[in-house]
């Protein structure tokens, strides 16, 4: 089956971590994009990668890193510059570069502060 | 820059009422999309709507396209349990590829 993983489900940080957030597409897509939801609200995009070692912030990308070294992975980095983590991490692929093609979504990664 | 805003943000019907929720951008789109999240759950792709004026049935939901291009609307019919969820619409960001704008979502719950 063709999908989206993401891990971990569930990641508590400490103060000054930084942690890593993977996301891992079997479906041949050129784009993949990171998306942060709070309780309640909707989705905001932090980054997004249209092809292999390219990538562009999204509209609340500070504290947050990302690298797209292979097609298949885009993991996100949550520094410690980000002072309100406390979210729920949704990573996303769609086939192409343009705008009619549909997101596939992962299951998602609750990231909680300890 | 481009906004795609949602109404109502929160909805509550009684199992077999009928529910509408609105979109609305502040540029014209070359197409609108739907995802429903479920509780818990991650957005799912519904359909998408290209032309202008254009309807589209999924059954019980019923998705318009505006004649501008510019608004969308998702009617669901005679609501059941399973309704349950955040429904989200997304119009592309117009220099920007791929990217899409989510609206906020309309929360829907349904009592049984």
């Known amino acids: 089956d063709g999908g989206i993983t993401q891990s971990p489900k569930y990641l508590f940080r400490k103060e000054g971590q930084n942690v890593t957030l993977s996301c891992e597409q079997n479906?041949?897509?050129?784009?993949m994009y990171w998306y942060r939801q709070d309780p309640g609200q909707g989705l905001r995009l932090i980054y997004y990668?249209?092809?292999?070692?390219?990538?562009q912030k999204g509209d609340i990308a500070e504290g947050y890193s990302v690298s797209r070294e292979k097609k298949e992975s885009f993991p996100l980095t949550v520094t410690s510059a980000q002072k309100n983590p406390t979210a729920f991490y949704l990573c996303?692929?769609?086939?192409?570069?343009?705008?009619?093609?549909?997101?596939?979504f992962g299951d998602g990664t609750r990231l909680s502060i300890l | 820059g481009q906004q795609v805003m949602q109404i109502p943000q929160y909805q509550h019907v009684q199992e077999g009422e009928d529910f509408t929720t609105y979109c609305n951008s502040s540029?014209?789109?070359?197409?609108i999309q739907w995802y429903k999240q479920r509780p818990g759950g991650h957005p799912v792709f519904l359909i998408q709507?290209?032309?202008?004026?254009e309807v589209k049935k999924q059954k019980r939901l019923t998705f318009q396209f505006g004649e501008a291009k510019k608004n969308s609307s998702l009617h669901i019919t005679a609501t059941q349990t399973t309704d349950v969820g955040t429904y989200f619409c997304a119009g592309p960001e117009e220099t920007s590829g791929s990217r899409l704008t989510f609206g906020e979502g309309t929360q829907l719950t349904v009592n049984p």
């Open positions: 996303a692929s769609s086939r192409g570069l343009y705008s009619n093609q549909p997101q596939h």
């Open positions: 540029t014209t789109l070359s197409n």
């Open positions: 709507l290209v032309k202008s004026g």
């Open positions: 990668s249209q092809i292999v070692n390219d990538f």
């Open positions: 479906l041949n897509h050129d784009a």
